[in-house]
């Protein structure tokens, strides 16, 4: 999987995950999707995790579109 790809499938997983995240839900209670393990805010914290990675590959790759041209 090349940087593109990784980067998009992130965002997917990213937006999936903390739509499970309800306005008003309990930080300590389940995530509605009842396949996610662990409570809201461990779901939340892997979203955040996930999107330092996402942030690193956005920079690999800006750089990479600005040596290109």
């Known amino acids: ?3 593109y ?3 998009h499938q992130l965002k997917k997983e990213i ?3 903390l739509v499970t995240i309800q306005d008003g839900d309990r930080l300590d209670g389940i995530p509605d999707d009842l396949i996610a393990e662990g409570t809201n805010k461990d779901v939340f914290y892997e979203c ?3 999107m330092q990675r996402a942030k690193e590959l ?3 790759i800006a750089l990479q579109e600005a040596t290109e041209d």
């Open 48 to 50: 955040c995790a996930m």
């Open 1 to 3: 999987m090349n940087k």
């Open 15 to 17: 937006s999936t995950k």
């Open 58 to 60: 956005a920079d690999e």
């Open 5 to 7: 790809q990784e980067f």
